[in-house]
């Protein structure tokens, strides 16, 4: 079975500096997405960035990149100069599109706070 | 924003007392997903469907069932509500095509 691991239930960093948070998930899947799921303090998931296992190149949206190691079974996720409203809980997750069932599988998140 | 509603957003409720939370999306999506949050277990699946009618389980369906008979709803019923059940419940809907999620706003359910 497919399992999504998180590692670091908290981090926290300096306002403008970078952090980078990770994500470990164990599949025999060779095709699978990956995702970074932003949880802000008003409860909303929101998507930030997905990663197609066939494709080497990394993902980016704006301050936000990802670091995809498929050998290494690693998905961590680099924010760049870091905002206040950054703060969030960021839960990374899974999804086999072979699999048939359109299920997905989440990490138990990481809290980052912010420090101005 | 991709349309999806859940209703109620907040609900306190009594131990053994029956509860339907609704999901209802505008998207016209194949998928949809009920999940709750616990704090230290992150999102965990407790039903899912395909298609109107067509449903399955998810990791921690024990307690609960669903419904779906329009394309627009999913409803998730808690039969006999217990003090475990406390918690954040998200419903989510993905396309067939679709690769990632969206996520509702939460209701927030209360056991007492």
Redo the contacts between chains.
Sequence with gaps: AQTVT?SQ?EMSVQEAETVTLSCTYDTSESDY?L?W?KQPPS???I?VI?Q?AYKQQNATENRFSVNFQKAAKSFSLKISDSQLGDAAMY?CAY?N?TSG????I????TRLKVLA | DAGITQSPRHKVTETGTPVTLRCHQTENHRYMYWYRQDPGHGLRLIHYSYGVKDTDKGEVSDGYSVSRSKTEDFLLTLESATSSQTSVYFCAIAGTSGYEQYFGPGTRLTVT
């Design positions: 998180q239930p997405y995702f799921y409860r909303q998931m998507l997905r197609e839960f999804r599109p069932t359109y299920k997905y989440f990490g138990t998140g």
